[in-house]
Every structure is written in C-alpha cells, then in structure tokens.
C-alpha cells in the first residue's frame, strides 16, 4: 500500500512537470504513450489497493477455518492480482493517442469508471458483506451458548466471557483497518473524482488553467492525506521513525 502510494505520487509528478514544463517531450509517440500509461497504470493500481486490503480480510474473517487465508500466500495473492490488473486493465488506452497527446473522451471515462464507480462498488460489497457476517456470527454464539444447559451456569458464563473476549480482540482489529480503508477509499474518491469528472470534460470544451490547477493541486492535497494517514494509522512506523529522529539529537 506505501510502496504504490509512493509510486503514484512519483509517477504524477512526472507527468505534471513534463506536462506543462517540457511539453516537448509528448510530442514523441513513445514517450506519450509510455508517460500517460503509467499515469493511468498507477492510478488503478492506488485504488486497486485499497479494495484489495479489504478482500484480504474478508478472506481471512469469512474462511478462517481455512487455513490457505491465514498464511502469507494469501496476502501474497492480494498483491499480485492487484498489479496483474492494473497494468492489464491500463493497456486499453496504450497507441489511443493523436499527433498532440491528447485522447479520445471515452479514455477519460473508462478511467474514471475503474478507479470511482467499480472500485467504489467492489470495496461497498465487500465491507457490507463483512459486517453483516461479523454481526450474525456474534448472534450465533450467543445463541449457541444459552442453549447449552448442561455445563453449570459458571462455567457457561466463564466460557462465553472468554470466547467473546478473544473474538472481541480479533473484531475490533479488523473493524478499525476496514474502516481506516474505508476513510482512505473516501478520501481517494473525492481528491480524484472532481479531477477525473475534468479530464472528461476538457476533452469536449477549453478548461481555464486555474480550474485545471485548482482540481491537480486539490487531487494531490488528498494524496498528501493518504500518505498522513497511513502514517498516523501506522504504530510501529511511528515509534520506529520517533526512535531515529530523537535519538539523532
């Protein structure tokens, strides 16, 4: 998730700075290509991962009987289908492309509908799906245990107390990362969204170079927001880079 936030702010950099510095450069088909495809690329790939950290803990709650959903080969596979379809889902726009960089409407719109409307959809399931699982199965345990008569009453209460510790633990772990995804997801939609919804519309009518300015630097503000984040959400970054800074004076 750090690794592809980092790339994608590199990345927009770049493509910002040749953009409106050395706008040369995109006159060369090559270079167009390559530069907007790793724009488009990164850009799936950010919110690829967002939805992809909530599909890994939707596997490790709902099968954690299984035991293929608590190993590093599942979060492994998280990983790897989230770049495998970045870059795939990315190469529809490759060679679309006229003699002045520029692309065709239906280019922005695809890429809009990937990163807001289907990733928004995919990650709204999933959470739904986990919490309704999480609030039925709380249920069922109770359920389970008050129909067990035979224990003495102490022993019930004793082992229903411990149960419920032990899953209360594991709950509000994930429920505070899902919705700390959620919070982020958020925060991607809003920042991107109104630049995305001006890309579609820049290709039909001029855009002033304030607005284009104001929705870039407010798309970046959010990117600034999720790396913070991350950051604050991130304990052990936090003691560790506390750690090296104070112990540098």
């Given at each position: 998730m750090s690794l592809t936030i980092?790339?994608?702010?590199?990345?927009?950099?770049?493509?910002?700075?040749?953009?409106?510095?050395?706008?040369?450069?995109?006159?060369?088909n090559f270079s167009c290509n390559l530069i907007t495809y790793l724009r488009v690329m990164i850009t799936f790939q950010l919110a690829?991962?967002?939805?992809?950290?909530?599909?890994?803990?939707?596997g490790y709650v709902l099968y954690h009987q299984k035991a293929f959903f608590?190993?590093?080969?599942?979060?492994?596979?998280?990983?790897?289908?989230?770049?495998?379809?970045?870059?795939?889902?990315?190469?529809?726009?490759?060679s679309?492309?006229?003699?002045?960089?520029?692309?065709?409407?239906?280019?922005?719109?695809?890429?809009?509908?990937?990163?807001?409307?289907?990733?928004s959809l995919i990650s709204?399931?999933?959470?739904?799906?986990?919490?309704?699982?999480?609030?039925?199965?709380?249920?069922?345990?109770?359920?389970n245990t008050s129909f067990n008569r035979i224990e003495p009453i102490q022993s019930i209460v004793l082992n229903l107390d411990n149960r419920l510790n032990n899953r209360i633990r594991v709950n509000q772990r994930h429920v505070r990362l899902l919705?700390?995804?959620?919070?982020m997801f958020l925060i991607f939609v809003i920042g991107w969204g109104p630049f995305s919804i001006l890309m579609i519309v820049n290709s039909n009518m001029e855009v002033s170079t304030f607005t284009y300015g104001f929705f870039g630097i407010w798309a970046e503000i959010s990117l600034v927001c999720l790396i913070i984040s991350m950051f604050i959400y991130?304990?052990?970054?936090?003691?560790?880079?506390?750690?090296?800074?104070?112990h540098g004076f």
């Amino acid at each position: 998730m750090s690794l592809t936030i980092l790339c994608f702010g590199i990345i927009h950099t770049i493509y910002f700075t040749v953009r409106f510095h050395y706008t040369k450069v995109l006159l060369s088909n090559f270079s167009c290509n390559l530069i907007t495809y790793l724009r488009v690329m990164i850009t799936f790939q950010l919110a690829f991962a967002l939805i992809m950290v909530s599909i890994y803990i939707f596997g490790y709650v709902l099968y954690h009987q299984k035991a293929f959903f608590k190993t590093k080969k599942w979060f492994i596979l998280c990983i790897v289908c989230q770049w495998i379809m970045g870059i795939a889902l990315a190469t529809v726009i490759i060679s679309k492309n006229d003699s002045n960089c520029s692309y065709p409407r239906w280019v922005s719109i695809y890429t809009m509908v990937i990163t807001v409307v289907v990733c928004s959809l995919i990650s709204l399931l999933v959470n739904v799906r986990l919490f309704i699982y999480g609030h039925f199965s709380f249920h069922r345990m109770l359920l389970n245990t008050s129909f067990n008569r035979i224990e003495p009453i102490q022993s019930i209460v004793l082992n229903l107390d411990n149960r419920l510790n032990n899953r209360i633990r594991v709950n509000q772990r994930h429920v505070r990362l899902l919705k700390h995804m959620i919070y982020m997801f958020l925060i991607f939609v809003i920042g991107w969204g109104p630049f995305s919804i001006l890309m579609i519309v820049n290709s039909n009518m001029e855009v002033s170079t304030f607005t284009y300015g104001f929705f870039g630097i407010w798309a970046e503000i959010s990117l600034v927001c999720l790396i913070i984040s991350m950051f604050i959400y991130n304990n052990k970054l936090r003691q560790y880079l506390a750690e090296k800074i104070f112990h540098g004076f």
